[in-house]
């Protein structure tokens, strides 16, 4: 069954309202419901003392209606006859965060481990035989940085763990700069001023890793409790999107069963009616490229988003649009957010499904429409893969090496790594992320995108991988440091020189807004590929020259090069460079490795192609995300399996139109 439902406050509003709600969502589909993730005061009013007959009631309510139940550990916002300055954050100026919103705990507090350890204990033993009850998540969207007392302890204690030795450590962070040299544990701060001249960076990069694994390790304390109490439930986490860097998403997701994505499209700060199809995109492939399987959106846009700023209305056929855009990159479950919108708090003016008097409007039934259309065809999609032969390298050490060292004024790693994500979602191009540790035989290409932070390790499964057939396109700022942030002692771009058959020589950082002319050998570029942000200068020790600077000191000088090793090549880009660019030389990347749209066949701007296969039978997701009439030329006969017409040679998708293409037997 697919998942499709809404996440629900019940304890906001009158147990009156209860059974028009159940009575609604059961007429619009719905198979789920989340419940309870922020209700920890309702559930533990006082200290040890538990109510559950209230969620009782409304789970037996909503079970009568054939609606199934996903619990939320309430751990995300304490009750404030718990919270206590012990277990408060500190943010990064020095601050400790006061109750009265939300996520004010740190996460490495023993008595806020002692008390979320309890309600989830409480409630899985409570709920672990309640037919209605199939699934968890665990507390809500982790996590910022702490910077308290606790936190620097447990650091050093973790940092022991790593190095063993505090003359490993020393040598390792080169602590003899600025005479920084540690002859105690118990010197080693918790970096969080940002007043004075920046802290040791392999001390930053360590702290930043320490912070994940605490939010790892924190959730791994729920869920132990919930595999041992309710073994047959599936345990989740709602993750934020592609852009949050400050936990490692690769950590977070292994040992859950699958990971949910909470979706805006737009988002209450952007007030333009722009949505890039590819910005909601990325954060999708992302999620379901964390565990390689199908993910859940476990809040998905439904309305406006609004805290103290509106975002623009959502147009009509937007929600649908965008549910199914999660579809085509893998969801097996949509979760709205939410369905009555808050009368109080700081959400009163986020949408959701119902406005505030309660009365369904045009939202509710374009969400009753694709309600009805799931039970059709739910079945078929469910499970379906995604198959990708690119990968896009995603490495959370070199995201958080370069929150410490930025380069360039306009300059971001996720940025870099977006760009030719961009390039691939506008031909179609299916792609996953992947880590450095992930193993890469399955696929064709592989871009390695400012890959700062880098081991032997992964270089030779790169090695080996070019070598069997692969091709990899490394780009600017790759090889540059070591595991614990320093530089390396060899040519750059360092363990990579020899794969990519270059040195750099030395490097330019162009001012900001300004571009370098760039020269391909075989003239496939157009005058707007430029170079930007970054300029790496090239001696070839083996590699071809693919392009060079026009204009500079460095004029003639390589900035894409080709080196072939074995049954493969493998690309090295220098610069960050413009859109024109980056397209070029990912299509170079493209035709060497023999990688052809999951449609090869044309469509007009803003329509959005993809592929899911169940067994050998594709479903093709055509997805208008624009604002004019598209035109998609088809290779053959398909069965549209949302409407059930029939199309051939060529179709007219108007905006916000969605098709599910299947061919026609």
């Given at each position: 069954?697919?998942?499709?439902?809404a996440?629900?406050?019940?304890e906001?509003?009158p147990?009156?309202?209860?059974?028009?709600?159940?009575?609604?969502?059961r007429?619009?589909g719905?198979t789920v419901?989340?419940l309870a993730?922020f209700?920890w005061?309702?559930?533990e009013p006082?200290?040890g003392?538990?109510?559950f007959s209230?969620?009782?009631?409304?789970?037996?309510?909503l079970?009568?209606n054939?609606i199934?139940i996903i619990?939320g550990?309430?751990t995300?916002?304490a009750p404030p006859w718990?919270f206590?300055d012990?277990?408060?954050?500190v943010?990064?100026?020095?601050?400790?965060r006061i109750?009265g919103?939300r996520?004010?705990?740190?996460?490495?507090?023993?008595?806020y481990?002692?008390?979320s350890?309890?309600?989830t204990?409480?409630m899985?033993e409570?709920?672990r035989d309640?037919?209605h009850?199939?699934?968890?998540q665990?507390?809500?969207?982790f996590?910022?940085?702490?910077?308290?007392?606790?936190c620097?302890s447990a650091f050093?204690s973790?940092?022991?763990?790593?190095?063993?030795?505090?003359?490993?450590?020393?040598?390792?962070?080169?602590?003899?700069?600025w005479s920084h040299?540690y002859?105690?544990?118990?010197q080693?701060?918790?970096?969080?001023?940002?007043?004075h001249?920046?802290?040791?960076p392999?001390?930053?990069l360590?702290?930043a890793?320490?912070?994940s694994?605490?939010?790892?390790d924190?959730?791994?304390?729920q869920?132990?409790?919930?595999?041992?109490?309710?073994p047959?439930h599936?345990v989740?986490?709602?993750?934020?999107?592609f852009y949050?860097e400050?936990?490692?998403?690769?950590?977070?997701?292994?040992?859950?069963d699958?990971?949910s994505?909470d979706?805006?499209?737009?988002g209450?700060?952007?007030?333009?009616?722009?949505?890039p199809a590819?910005?909601?995109?990325?954060a999708?492939?992302t999620?379901r490229s964390?565990?390689?399987?199908?993910?859940?959106?476990?809040e998905?846009q439904?309305g406006?988003?609004a805290?103290?700023?509106?975002?623009s209305?959502v147009?009509?056929?937007?929600v649908r649009?965008?549910?199914?855009?999660s579809?085509a990159?893998?969801a097996?479950?949509?979760?709205f957010f939410r369905w009555?919108s808050?009368?109080f708090?700081?959400?009163?003016?986020?949408?959701?499904i119902?406005?505030h008097?309660?009365?369904?409007?045009?939202?509710?039934?374009e969400?009753k429409r694709?309600?009805?259309?799931?039970?059709?065809?739910?079945s078929?999609?469910q499970g379906a893969?995604?198959r990708s032969?690119?990968?896009?390298m995603m490495?959370?050490?070199?995201?958080?090496?370069f929150q410490?060292q930025p380069?360039?004024?306009e300059?971001?790693?996720?940025?870099?790594?977006?760009?030719?994500?961009?390039a691939l979602?506008g031909m179609?191009?299916?792609a996953?992320m992947?880590?450095?540790d992930?193993?890469?035989?399955?696929?064709?290409?592989?871009?390695?995108?400012?890959?700062?932070?880098?081991?032997?390790?992964?270089?030779s499964?790169?090695?080996?991988?070019?070598?069997q057939g692969?091709?990899v396109?490394v780009?600017?700022r790759?090889g540059?440091?070591?595991?614990d942030n320093?530089?390396v002692?060899?040519?750059m771009?360092?363990?990579?020189?020899?794969l990519c058959?270059?040195e750099?020589e030395e490097?330019?950082a162009?001012p900001p807004?300004?571009?370098r002319?760039?020269?391909?050998v075989?003239?496939?570029?157009t005058?707007?590929a430029?170079?930007s942000i970054?300029?790496?200068i090239?001696?070839?020790?083996?590699?071809?020259v693919?392009a060079?600077?026009g204009?500079?000191y460095?004029?003639?000088?390589?900035?894409?090069?080709l080196?072939r090793?074995g049954k493969g090549?493998?690309?090295?880009?220098?610069?960050a460079g413009?859109e024109?660019?980056?397209?070029t030389?990912t299509?170079?990347?493209?035709?060497l490795a023999?990688?052809r749209?999951?449609?090869?066949?044309?469509?007009?701007?803003?329509?959005e192609?993809?592929?899911?296969w169940?067994?050998e039978?594709r479903f093709l997701?055509?997805?208008?995300?624009?604002?004019?009439?598209s035109?998609?030329?088809?290779d053959?006969?398909y069965t549209?399996?949302?409407?059930?017409?029939v199309?051939?040679?060529?179709?007219?998708?108007?905006?916000?139109?969605v098709l599910?293409?299947?061919?026609?037997s």
């Open positions: 069954m697919f998942a499709f439902g996440c629900y406050y019940p906001q509003v147990e009156s309202f209860w059974e028009t709600d159940a009575k609604l969502m007429e619009a719905f419901v989340r993730e209700a005061s309702r559930l006082s200290d003392v538990f109510d209230w969620l009782d009631r409304v789970i037996d309510l079970g009568s054939g199934t619990l550990t309430p995300a916002a718990m206590s012990e277990m408060a954050l943010e990064a100026n020095g601050l400790a109750w919103s996520r004010e705990y740190c996460p490495n507090s023993p008595l481990h002692h008390y350890v309890r309600i204990r409480a899985a409570h709920y309640n037919p009850v199939i699934g968890w665990i507390d809500n969207e996590g910022e940085r702490c910077y308290c007392a606790r620097r050093q973790w940092l022991q763990r790593k190095f063993g030795s505090l003359d490993s450590l020393n040598e390792r962070w080169g602590t003899v700069f040299t002859t105690a544990w118990d080693i701060p918790a970096p969080w001023s940002r007043v001249a920046p802290h040791n392999g001390l930053l360590d702290y890793r320490f912070m694994d605490s939010y790892v924190y959730q791994q304390q869920l132990t409790v919930l595999r041992d109490r309710c047959n599936f989740t986490h709602n993750f934020t999107s949050y400050n936990i490692n998403y690769f950590d977070l997701a292994r040992p859950l699958f990971v994505l979706n805006y499209p737009r209450f700060w952007d007030l333009t009616l722009k949505t590819a910005a909601a995109a990325i999708q492939v999620m964390l565990k390689h399987r199908p993910f859940w959106v476990m998905q439904s406006v988003a805290w103290n700023t509106f975002s209305s147009r009509p056929g937007e649009l965008w549910a199914y855009q579809i990159h893998g097996d479950g949509i979760v009555r808050a009368r708090g700081v959400e009163q003016f986020w949408q959701g119902l406005d008097d309660g009365i369904p409007g045009r939202r509710y039934d969400i694709m309600g009805a259309e799931l039970q059709r065809i739910g078929f999609i893969e995604v032969e690119v990968a896009l490495s959370y050490d070199s995201r958080f090496a410490i380069h360039h004024p300059f971001s790693y996720a940025s870099h790594l977006v760009h030719y994500f961009n979602h179609h191009i299916a996953e992947v880590s450095p992930d193993t890469f035989s399955s696929y064709k290409l592989v871009i390695v995108t400012a890959l700062l932070i880098l081991d032997q390790q992964t270089v499964a790169l090695l080996q991988f070019v070598e692969g091709i396109l780009t600017m790759s540059v440091k070591d595991q320093q530089v002692d060899m040519p771009p360092g363990l990579l020189s020899t058959g270059i750099i490097c330019d162009l807004q300004e571009t002319q760039l020269n391909f075989d003239a496939k570029a005058t707007e430029r170079a970054w300029c790496d090239i001696r070839p020790t083996q590699a071809e693919i060079t600077y204009e500079d460095y004029e003639g000088r390589a900035a894409v090069t080196n090793i090549s493998v690309l090295y880009m220098g610069t413009s024109a660019l980056i397209k030389v299509e170079i990347a493209l035709d023999q990688v749209s999951v449609y090869a066949h044309g469509s007009s701007d803003g329509t192609i993809t592929v899911r169940q067994g039978r997701f055509v997805l208008n995300h624009g604002r004019e009439t035109t998609v030329r088809l053959k006969t549209d399996l949302l409407s059930g017409q199309f051939t040679e060529v179709v007219q998708i108007t905006p916000r139109q599910i293409l299947t061919e026609d």
